[in-house]
């Protein structure tokens, strides 16, 4: 399959996957094709537990993180909960699904805006303190 670069998208994970002291936060992820879906429905694990199809899943099409390559299921499994959860919603949105977005009532002005579900994590920074 040849390589097209619009087909990859960037990412910032909002912790970082953690080995030996340092951090890996920056990464790509491409779309994922029918091949994917089809392997990752042919595996044992998947009917066992739904959830591993997810974890299979990313670490098919995420090509890299900080130059780790490949990502394998153990990296996935390693994740902070909110770094799991924010690639899944960046997958979502990047296949336009109308699920990852969401429209907020400000409980202050009452004005309407459209909000990306995967933008929730991006300043974590919060919750380190």
Known sequence: MEENMENYFEFTLPFGFEKDGQTYRNGKMRLATTKDELEIQETDEVEMNSRYRDIMFLSKVIVEIDGLKP???????????????????????????????IISKCPNCGSFSNVKLSHLYENMGIYRQ
């Open 71 to 101: 990502i394998s299921t153990d990296i996935i499994r390693n994740l902070y909960e909110a770094d799991f959860i924010y690639l899944q919603l960046l997958y979502r949105q990047i296949n336009n699904d109308a699920g990852s977005k």
